[in-house]
Structure formats: C-alpha cells, structure tokens
C-alpha cells in the first residue's frame, strides 16, 4: 500500500518531472517561442526530404542509400522498393546496369531529391547521388516514377564529369527554376579543378528537366569549356534554394578552415575557389595567395569563421512563423544549431542560432506545406520544429 508521502513524491515528480521534460524541448528566439518534436529515429544521415501533394514526404537517408516514404503526421517510415543498394567498396560490375547502385561512406551516398514542378502530370522525381567505385566516383542525377512504394521508370539524365579518386566534395544539392534543374558539384578534392571550364567539378549545372543542355547557357559554345557549366569557382555547395519572391538562386558552400560562404548565383559567374578565399587550409597555412578579393571573381553575402559547416537550406514561406518569413534556414554540421539569417536589400541583418547543441549535426532543413519546419540530424533522427503559444 503506497503511503500519502510517496504519494505526494509521484505527484511532485509528474509535475516537475514533466516540466522539467518540456523545457528540454522548448526554446525561446528572438521572435518565435518553439517546441522540438521527435517524429521518427534509427535513420542514417537524413540529408533530403520533398512532400508530395498528398502530404506524405520522400526522406533520403545518405548513409544507407534508401528513400523512405514518410508519413509526417504519424512518424511512419516506409522504404521504397527498388531503389539505390548502397555500395560500400565492392565494384559495380556485379550489378544490373539499369539501376546502378549509389556509393556511401565517407562524404559519399545519396544527396537531394526534388519533385519535377510539373510532377502532378509527370509524375518525376530527381535524385542526386555519389556513384563509381571507390577509388572512381562522381555526382549523378537520376529520374524516377513512384509506383505506390516502388521506384519504377529509373534513368540517368546527369553524370559529372568530376570523377575523383576519394569520397569527398559531391555537392549534389538540386533545385528547379521553370523547366531548368540547376545541380551543385563540389570540386572533388581538387580545387583547382574548380577554376577550370574543362570539367564539372567545383560548379553548378544548369539542364533542361531531361538532361539537355539549353542553348542560353553561358558557355555553350565557348572552346574548352563545358555547356553545361552555369557558374564557376566553387568548393563543396551542399545548400541551394530560390527565392520565390526574387527570382534569386541563393548557394552556401563549405570553406576549409573556417570562409563557409553564402552566395547569390548568377549566370556565368566565378565565385573565386581556390584563388580567394576567407578561410585557411587545415595545415594552418593561407589558401593559395591568401587573398579574399580580386577583379572578376564574385564576393559572397556572408561569411562564416569558424567554420559552421553548412547542410540542408530553405527560405521560410510558410503561415505557422509569420515572424520568420522570408529568413534563410540552414543546417550547422560542426557547430550543432539551425541558422536563421534575416536579409534586407541583398544583406545579412540578423544571425540568430536556434537549437544550439542540442540534436547534433542538422543535415536536413524542409519546410512542410503544413508551414512546419522539418530536420534531420546525424544522430538519426527526424524533428520538426512547432510554434508555443
């Protein structure tokens, strides 16, 4: 028989015990009041997730190479069928030709996955992805139809010629503007290559939705230099989103130690990697001249040191922050907190933390058409951030 002081303990320990629960996922910022829900745990580096139009959500799990059908308003994970066996240092000869497998480990695995705009009468969907052997790999683009949990109709539209002998520097983030995708490659380990119109490595692609080059990009036509190549001078972009009410394309991209950059992308333009830079090599020494400036190379709009190792990104359009719309979220690998920065006429006004050290490396960034803000950390897991009255 429980006694009225152990009694009174219980009810004490619900109460503070529960509070004390709360105010661990609770978080006041500058302007909002938020709560940290977890919804599902066990992935494996989520690194991508885009809704469908009936609700449900396609998450990408970098290090085992799955899609997962993503039921958000139950934490329900289902994985697709026929999809992208991860490859971890075996060869690729073994396997079926049309449905190449992805290469993870290290930097490598499965990067984005995008809804064609048209997708309601397509029905196309865009995954990028690392792919080669160990020792050969690249950043490719495939497309693909969902047929109930089964991928189906599978073709490759997009391979960089950006092979290298590691498994660093993909980029591989994907974004449509009208008909065109516009794909980040990362230099692959070899930044100079970034400075050269001969390869795709260090760039971001412009294609039409089918993999053809448009004839109005900037280097169509120009000798030694590839026409897929929209702009140039880039080191690892692992974020990239438009701007709905600008038109703008807005990139970030890793620095070495610290100089991680945030850039608005235009045509043919050269954002400088490896000839300026903000950050250091990790020796200690300066990259290259060790100069942040020069004639013809692009300035970006804000620079981080130390580094905060940018990830997934998106600009807030939604109903459920009204006080954060139109701010830039952007998920911190090295530094563990999601990154809102407020622009005004082209310029970072505000840099505000949330969540800071307190669910890991944020790799993920979405925003559900519910208005909800959605992340996926290292730590496996799928969050989504909620306002508190």
Known sequence: MITKAELRRLLVFA????????????????????????????LQQPSAMVFLPDGRALLVERRSAKIDLVDVKS????????????????????????????L????????????????????????????????????????FRLREKSIVDRERIFTANAYSED????????????????????????????????????????????GRVPDDNPFVGV?????????????????????????????????PLGGDELNVIRRGANYGWPVISYGWEYSGGPIGKGITKQDGMEQPVWVWTPAIAPSGMLIYAGDKFPAWRGSIFIGSMSQHHLN???????????????????FGR???????????IYLGNDDGQLLRLRPVA
């Open 75 to 102: 934490g329900s994970l289902t994985p697709l069928d026929g999809g992208f066996e991860a490859l971890i240092g075996k060869s690729t000869g073994a396997h079926d030709a049309a449905r190449p497998p992805a």
């Open 223 to 255: 000798k030694d230099a590839l026409p897929e190549i929209w702009s140039y001078g880039h080191r690892n972009p692992q974020g990239l989103v438009l701007n709905k009410e600008t038109g703008e394309l807005w990139e970030h991209e890793h620095g």
């Open 104 to 143: 993870t480990g290290e930097d490598a695995g499965l990067h984005d996955i995008a809804l064609h705009p048209n997708y309601a009468n397509n029905r196309w969907i865009y995954i990028s992805y690392s792919f080669g052997d160990p020792e050969r790999s690249t950043t490719v683009v495939d497309r």
């Open 362 to 372: 944020i790799r993920l960034v979405a925003q559900g058409p519910d208005g909800f």
């Open 167 to 210: 498994r660093f520097h993909y980029g591989g983030r994907m974004v449509f503007i009208g008909d065109y995708l516009f794909v980040t490659v990362g230099d692959r380990h070899h930044q100079n290559r970034a400075q050269e119109l001969t390869n795709h490595a260090g760039k971001i692609i412009r294609l039409y939705d089918d």
């Open 340 to 358: 809102r920065l407020v622009i005004a006429d082209g310029h970072v006004v505000l840099e505000e933390r949330l969540i800071y050290g307190k």
């Open 15 to 42: 109460v503070f015990g529960f509070a004390s629960l709360q105010a661990q996922t609770v978080f006041n910022a500058q302007l909002v009041r938020y709560q940290v829900e977890v919804l599902a745990t066990g």
